[in-house]
C-alpha cells in the first residue's frame, strides 16, 4: 500500500472519529479510486470494506449492504480472510440492527471461522464483541461477559485503529452488562478506561456515545447530578455532529432525570421530542420513550394520554419481540403489562373516590371477573387485558355529580338516565386508546341483559360481547353483597338467591359457571359485606 493509500486512509479515520461520515466516504471513495488506478489490491480490499462501514454508520444501509457483499467477494477472489471477515461482520451488524439476531449470528460465525483461519486476532476479537452483544440483546448476560473478555482478550491494548476501536466498543459493553447487573463500580470503571482511551485517541464520537450511556449508570447510583452532566456532554457532541438519534437517545435520559427531579412538565417535554425524532428510525428507542412518557403523564394525573402512550410502547415491543423473540424485550413487554394494570387500577380507585359506597369495587369486580373469566376459556395471554377491561368497567361514572352516585333512595327519571349514561361515557373516554386485546366493548355493555333488558342499548343475547357478559355477573354479585346508600349489604346467599331468580338475565353457561365458583367467592364477598361507609 503506498503512502499516498496510507495518507487518505489516515485522513478518513480522523473524519470517522469525528462522526464526519460523508467526508469520510468522499475521502474513501477517493482512496478507492486510486486504488484501482494504481491495481493495488490491498488497498482497494481496505476501500470497499471501509467505505461499506462508513455508510452504515451514516444510516445508508443499502449502500453499506451492497458494499459489504462486495467486498465478500473481491476478499474471495484476491484470498482475504480477514478482509471477508470484516465485512462479514459488517452484514451480521445490518442483520442485528434489522432485528434478525439468527441472521446476525450465523454472520459472525462465519466471521469466527474465516478469522481463525486466517489467524487474525483482531478480527477475531471483534466477532466476539459482536457476538458478545447478541448474547446480550438475548439476555444471556453470562455469556455475553464471557464474548466481551474474549474480545479484549484478542485485541489486547488496541495497538492499531481498529483495536482501539475495539476496545472502546467493548470497555463500553461490559460496562453497560454490570450496570444491568447492578454491579456499580465495575461497570464505572469499564466507563472511565473507555474515556479515557477517547480522550488519547481524540474519538469524539465514541465519547459522546460512553458519555450518554454513563448517565444510566449514574441513574441506577441516583446521582441526579452527574447524570445530567454526562447527558449534557453526550448531547453536545450529537448536537454538533447532527446526530439526530443518539440526541434522541440523550433526550430520553433528560426526560428520565427530570421526572426524577420532579419536574414532569419537562421530562414530557424533552421524551415527546426524543419521541418525534425515533419514530421513523428507531423502534425500540421510541418504545422505551412510550414507556417513560406514561410514568410521566400518570404523575401528571392524564390518565387517558399515559394509557395511549403506554399502548403505543406496547405495540412497538410487540412488534420487536416478534422479530428478535429475546428475554430483554419480554422483560420489557411484562414490565409494560404490569404499568398498565397499575395505572388502571389507580384510575378505577380515583372513581371509587367519589363514592362512598364502592371502595374497593373495581379490585373485587375484577378479581371475580378473572377467576369466572379463567373457568369459562378466555386464553390466558388475554388475561391482562380482561383485568384491565373489569377494572375500568365503571370509568364514565367520572362524569355522574356526586350527588347522584351518592344519592339515598331510589333516583329519578332524569337522575337514573344520567346514571345510565356511564357506560356510553366510559367507551368515549378510551376512544383514542388503541388496547391490544379490545376493553371498550366490556365498559360500554356490561349493563346489558341476556333477555334485552339492559342499557345503553337493549342487545339481546349472543349480541352482547362476551366480555361483557362475563363481567357484568361479576359486577352484579359485588354490587349486591357491598352496601350501598339505599340498603344493607346482602350475604352471599342471599345475593345467590336474588341473581338465581333474575338468571333469564344472565348468559347461562357462564351463570353456570360462577354458580360452581361460587364456594370459593364467598369469603371475599363477606369480607366486602362488613365494609360500611362512615
Known sequence: MTFKHQHLFEAASTQERSGQWVEAARTLNLAYRTAVEEDDTAAILEAVVRLAYCHAHAGDRAAADDEFAAAIELARLHGSDSVAGRA????????????????????????????????????????????????????NLGEAKVRYLAGLEHVHSGDSERGRTTVLTVLNNLAMLHVELGELSAAGDYFDRALAICTTTNDVVRSGVIQINRAELFLAMGDILRARESCDEGFEIFSQL????????????????????????????????????????????????????????????????????????????????????????????????????????????????????????????ADYACRLAERVGIAPHEMVWFRMGAFLHDLGKIEVPE?????????????????????????????????????????????????????????????????????????????????RSYRRPLTPDEAMAIMVEDQGSFDAKIFAAFQELFPELSATAEEAASIYPD
Open 403 to 483: 350527588e347522584v352516585l351518592n344519592k339515598p333512595g331510589r333516583l329519578t327519571d332524569e337522575e337514573r338516565a344520567v346514571m345510565e349514561r356511564h357506560p356510553v361515557t366510559g367507551e368515549a373516554m378510551l376512544e383514542s386508546v388503541d388496547f391490544p386485546w379490545d376493553i371498550r366493548p366490556m365498559v360500554r355493555s356490561h349493563h346489558e341483559r341476556w333477555d334485552g333488558g339492559g342499557y345503553p342499548d337493549r342487545l339481546v343475547g349472543e349480541a352482547i360481547p362476551f366480555s361483557a357478559r362475563i363481567l357484568r355477573v361479576a359486577d352484579v354479585f359485588d354490587a349486591l353483597t357491598t352496601a
Open 88 to 139: 462479514l461482520n459488517g452484514l451480521g451488524n445490518l442483520a442485528r440492527e434489522r432485528g434478525d439476531l439468527s441472521e446476525a449470528e450465523r454472520l459472525f460465525r462465519s466471521a469466527i471461522f474465516v478469522g481463525q483461519r486466517a489467524g487474525d486476532r483482531l478480527l477475531l476479537g471483534e466477532t466476539e464483541q459482536n457476538l458478545g452483544v447478541v448474547a446480550h440483546i438475548r439476555g
Open 242 to 365: 447532527g446526530d439526530l438519534l443518539r440526541q434522541a437517545e440523550a433526550l430520553k435520559f433528560y426526560g428520565i432525570i427530570y421526572r426524577r427531579s420532579g419536574k414532569p412538565h419537562l421530562a414530557s417535554i424533552h421524551l415527546q421530542r426524543a419521541i418525534d425524532i425515533a419514530a421513523s428510525a428507531d423502534p425500540l428507542l421510541e418504545a422505551q420513550a412510550q414507556r417513560e412518557l406514561a410514568l410521566v403523564l400518570r404523575e401528571l394525573g392524564r390518565n387517558r394520554d399515559a394509557l395511549a402512550a403506554l399502548n403505543r410502547s406496547h405495540t412497538l415491543f410487540t412488534g420487536l419481540q416478534a422479530q428478535t423473540k429475546t428475554a430483554d424485550i419480554q422483560d420489557q413487554i411484562d414490565r409494560l403489562e404490569a404499568d398498565f394494570l397499575l395505572l388502571v387500577q389507580q384510575w378505577g380507585e380515583s372513581i371509587e373516590a367519589k363514592d362512598r359506597y364502592t371502595v374497593g369495587h373495581c379490585l373485587r369486580v
